[in-house]
């Protein structure tokens, strides 16, 4: 059974730093494309930023390029997300999902394996 179970949200002032974590169980990071989405009050959720199973290749959306960083770490069997100059626009909760298949792509949909998210609020 897959399961993604995040962690490392908070309340964090404007241009300050979060790492956010995204334990994976049930299945191996490395073959796993993992990503990351948020869901702001009131709109939809909404794509952050990917990894392919190989590991070998990011993406990110265009309102957070050069400030977050996605990575991962096989042995933890973990994907994170470092969040830098954090902008009250970033408040959200932030969702961690893989693929509903091994060794897919990173267009993820509603049918793939989400975590239950976990809340961050930037204050100006």
């Known amino acids: 059974q897959v399961r993604l179970v995040e962690s490392g949200g908070g309340l964090v002032q404007v241009g300050g730093s979060l790492r956010l974590s995204c334990a994976l169980s049930?299945?191996?990071?490395?073959?796993?494309?993992m990503g990351w989405f948020r869901q702001a009050p009131a709109k939809e959720r909404e794509f952050v930023a990917a990894?392919?199973?190989?590991?070998?290749?990011?993406t990110y959306a265009d309102s957070v390029k050069g400030r977050f960083t996605i990575s991962r770490n096989t042995a933890a069997n973990s994907v994170y997300l470092q969040m830098n100059s954090l902008q009250p626009e970033d408040t959200a909760v932030y969702y961690c999902v893989t693929g509903h298949t091994p060794l897919g792509g990173t267009r993820f949909s509603e049918s793939d394996y989400w975590g239950q998210g976990t809340q961050v609020t930037v204050s100006s």
């Open positions: 049930g299945r191996s990071v490395s073959g796993s494309a």
């Open positions: 990894i392919t199973w190989s590991g070998t290749l990011t």
